[in-house]
């Protein structure tokens, strides 16, 4: 488990001073911008060729990089937290919840796939083999990128809207520690 100086940029800094579940939505909106971005990314790397090859794959490293800090800190936050805490609170949700959890998984394993691929082209000098890791790049960063808005979509929906509606306020603010302390 990271520390919470490790993550300056993200929700575990500012969680004091305002209100976590705003700041737990602000990391979903990041979410979709920065895929949006790795996606044109992605298309560039593949249409643009060698001129701007190094370019591109510095964009799609800074992707890989988001995804590894704060993607995997924000799924780590729920897993320890919130989706514990709101199964118990509101059990009706947990087949949702197991639905996420699984998303989380299928996430992790894919970004292992898009980690290795970037390596690779970083290695790679012959242009035959870099363009055929160009597109199995493109494949699993567009699945990376896909997956995460369907999971960003379907999590609003059904966990963030229980959480708001059905909650005590007595409950948010005990869950608000948890995640404070988490
Ligand atoms: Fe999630
Ligand atoms: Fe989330």
Known sequence: MKSQGARPG?????????DIFALLESDHEKVIQKTNALIEDLNNMHCEGKASFQKNLGR?????????????????LEERTLFPYLETHVPRVSSAIRFLQAEHDDFRNNLKIFEFLASELSRQKNDDHRSKTVDRIKETGTYLSYLLRHHIEAEQRSVYQSLERELKPSEKD????????S
């Open 60 to 76: 799609v490293k800074e992707a890989l990089h988001f995804f590894n800090g704060e993607v995997m800190e924000h799924m780590a």
């Open 174 to 181: 005990e869950l608000r520690k948890r995640l404070f302390k």
């Open 10 to 18: 993200s929700v575990m800094k500012k969680m004091e001073s305002s």
